[in-house]
């Protein structure tokens, strides 16, 4: 059986390279990791009580545009998602009732996901695009409950593109990422590595040389180059090991020093899909004992709808990464085009928000302020983000115009700094913002950086 190793690549066209038949244990290998890790995180998020900071306690949740028709469904049917979507999560990792198994899961998980805008996380969305890809993949082969206990065939070989498509989604978001770290405050200002970096100087027993500015600067351009070539790395034969090496220690590092979740134990197992086959299958074997060949079906060819699907999803994240172009000025700032691009910490942005009210009856002004209507986590993510500043002004503004039974007027006060920058007004505070709708064109109430 064919690895997934490009050796030999120069003498074969990409077409059949790509048709080639390699074993199905990659995609049982990857279900595995996937499965248990969205497992683990799923539990941790409800262990750590983040079920009820994040989506019980709030009287208000933030919308994604053009999915304002989610709502918060309530106390019990929130929790009732996690527990379906966990329990899910770990059959999709046993390889039982697999298809409906991972349509459960991937259809929770992405409800979750657009309940608040103020939760949205890099890793939360990779998860969802690869359940979407995963519910067209045959990620059964020897390695699943469903084939031991007979309820489907095993599938023995598969075509190598299946195999080639998740390696594709993860490796855009390293690739993305480093795309996104060609900006001049991250490689000319060593920010905000530099801030952050130099908040981590009293660690034991390395922190003092991050009291150094070249230290940043290093630090910066290093992850640039990291990113933008270590999809590439693990890719080749030749490189794969030492790639891989570096990729754990990347990882490492970054779980230590900043907190960003559970983003570094993803990517140190996702990354595993680039190995080949033969790989895959020695691990299984070793862990779960070898298979039996007898009765496997190998798989040739995809359904052309499949095929097209999955070929449109990865179209689709090559080309989004980039819509940020089509506004001006910095997108740092503006945020325009900013989520679903891999952008991965390029900036630390403070703000603070109040807003003027106006009742246009009588003419009486008050200030309001959003912590009476947000908690403290919603805050933090509002204060500079200037469609979650919109959508909670219309928000105020609705609900004292149905209290009063008057037209109301909101108007924003809001300053942000950007990468230890001077605070600058972040909204054109004379603009009333219930006559702005939010939408893809470029906002004008957003001021200049």
């Known amino acids: 059986m064919t690895g997934i190793s490009p050796a030999g690549l120069q003498n074969t066209r990409p077409h059949s390279y790509l048709l080639r038949p390699v074993s199905s244990a990659s995609l049982d290998f990857f279900r595995i990791i996937f499965g248990s890790m969205t497992a683990f995180a799923l539990i941790r998020f409800w262990w750590n009580g983040w079920i009820e900071e994040q989506f019980t306690l709030p009287s208000f949740h933030f919308h994604y545009y053009g999915f304002e028709w989610i709502n918060y469904p309530g106390k019990s049917a929130i929790y009732g998602l996690f527990l379906c979507s966990a329990i899910s999560a770990i059959l999709v ?198 298979r039996t060949e007898s009765g496997g079906e190998r798989i040739s060819y995809m359904y052309y709808p499949t095929r097209c699907l999955i070929g449109l999803l990865i179209l689709i994240q090559l080309i989004l990464p980039f819509r940020y172009l089509l506004y001006p000025r910095n997108v740092l700032w503006h945020e325009q085009g900013y989520r679903f691009g891999w952008n991965i910490m390029l900036m630390e942005k403070v703000g603070s928000v109040e807003f003027k009210i106006k009742d246009k009856i009588n003419g009486h002004t008050w200030v309001e302020l959003p912590a009476k209507y947000l908690t403290a986590f919603q805050l933090r993510q509002m204060n500079t983000q200037p469609d979650m500043i919109l959508e909670l002004a219309h928000h105020i503004g609705d609900v004292l115009e149905r209290k009063m039974h008057h037209p109301i007027e909101v108007k924003a006060e809001a300053y942000a700094s950007l990468n230890g920058g001077v605070h600058k007004l972040l909204i054109d505070s004379s603009v009333n913002l219930m006559d702005i709708k939010d939408g893809i064109r470029n906002q004008v109430y957003i001021t200049h950086e």
């Open 93 to 290: 990792a046993c390889g039982l009732f697999y298809r409906l198994s991972i349509i459960v899961f991937t259809s929770t998980f992405i409800y979750l996901e657009l309940i608040d805008k103020a939760n949205y996380l890099n890793h939360y969305y990779l998860i969802s695009l690869i359940g979407i890809m995963m519910i067209f993949l045959p990620m059964t082969g020897y390695y699943a409950l469903d084939v031991k206990w007979k309820i489907s065939r095993p599938i023995s070989s598969i075509p190598y593109w299946m195999v080639f498509a998740l390696i594709i989604q993860v490796g855009m978001v390293y690739f993305f990422g480093g795309i996104g770290k060609i900006k001049s405050d991250w490689l000319l200002h060593a920010q905000p590595l530099g801030l952050w970096l130099e908040a981590k100087s009293d660690i034991f027993p390395v922190g003092q040389i991050f009291k150094y500015s070249q230290i940043a600067y290093i630090a910066s351009w290093a992850s640039m180059l990291f990113d933008i070539s270590i999809a590439f790395l693990l890719f080749y034969k030749n490189t794969r090991w030492v790639a891989f090496g570096v990729a754990l220690i990347f990882h490492l590092l970054t779980a230590f020093l900043f907190n960003i979740g559970m983003f570094p134990l993803f990517m140190s197992g996702f990354i595993l899909i680039f190995f080949s086959s033969e790989f895959h299958q020695r691990i299984l074997s070793k862990f779960l004992g070898e």
